[in-house]
């Protein structure tokens, strides 16, 4: 059993930066695509980026291109969000998700196993 843990979260400034880290164990990550997901309060659930259990392929929602990256390293079994130039609109728990052998899209009902969640608030 895939089991997934988020860590990195916190209160940042606007502009500042946080990485969120989604650990697994039970299983390696090598075979899975990964997505990240928030939902902030009052608010429906978005994909945020994703990455193709090949590592070809990364997807990222408009709002956070050129801000937000995806990694992988497989080592660690760990998948990175690295978040810059933060805003206060990306205030939200995220989620990682993993999907079997999957593309790393950011449709939701892809993905099999999820994370528990990790606090991110950006706030002055």
């Known amino acids: 059993q895939l089991q997934l843990v988020e860590s990195g979260g916190g209160l940042v400034q606007p502009g500042g930066s946080l990485r969120l880290s989604c650990t697994a164990s039970?299983?390696?990550?090598?075979?899975?695509?990964i997505g990240w997901f928030r939902q902030a309060p009052g608010k429906e659930r978005e994909g945020v980026s994703g990455?193709?259990?090949?590592?070809?392929?990364?997807y990222y929602r408009d709002s956070v291109k050129g801000r937000f990256t995806i990694s992988r390293d497989n080592d660690k079994n760990t998948v990175y969000l690295q978040m810059n130039s933060l805003k206060p609109e990306d205030t939200a728990v995220y989620y990682c998700?993993?999907?079997?052998?999957?593309?790393?899209?950011?449709?939701?009902?892809?993905?099999?196993?999820w994370g528990q969640g990790t606090q991110v608030t950006v706030s002055s």
């Open positions: 998700a993993a999907d079997w052998r999957g593309p790393g899209r950011l449709d939701a009902y892809l993905y099999d196993y």
């Open positions: 039970g299983l390696t990550l090598d075979y899975y695509g």
């Open positions: 990455i193709s259990n090949s590592d070809t392929i990364t």
